[in-house]
């Protein structure tokens, strides 16, 4: 069992930027594919984005440009640096290992001036 915990959420302008974080327990994390997703309030849940264990990432066509997902295996952590913020990014971010029922708890975010 792998548990999540998401950080680093709020509330920024447009354009401005924040720095998500989930920290995995275990010692299994450095094999695990990891992925963001994100749902806004009455919307289905979306990826945002996905990375492999071999470090291979991939983005919704949404976010690319903007949005860097990335790893620390030595902290157990996966990043998601959303950068250009827009009001429509707004959401709760969850993190998930991929394939899996383990889900963070998730972190709010909210793009309004």
């Known amino acids: 069992q792998v548990q999540l915990v998401e950080s680093g959420g709020g509330l920024v302008q447009p354009g401005g930027s924040l720095r998500l974080s989930c920290a995995a327990s275990g010692n299994v994390f450095r094999f695990i594919s990891m992925g963001w997703y994100r749902q806004a309030p009455g919307k289905e849940r979306e990826v945002v984005a996905t990375?492999?264990?071999?470090?291979?990432?991939n983005y919704a066509d949404s976010v690319k440009g903007r949005f860097t997902i990335s790893r620390d295996n030595a902290k157990n952590t996966v990043y998601l640096q959303m950068n250009s913020l827009k009001p429509e990014d707004t959401a709760v971010y969850y993190c998930?290992?991929?394939?899996?029922?383990?889900w963070g708890q998730g972190t709010q975010v909210t793009v309004s001036s």
């Open positions: 998930n290992v991929l394939q899996t029922p383990y």
């Open positions: 990375i492999t264990s071999g470090g291979t990432t």
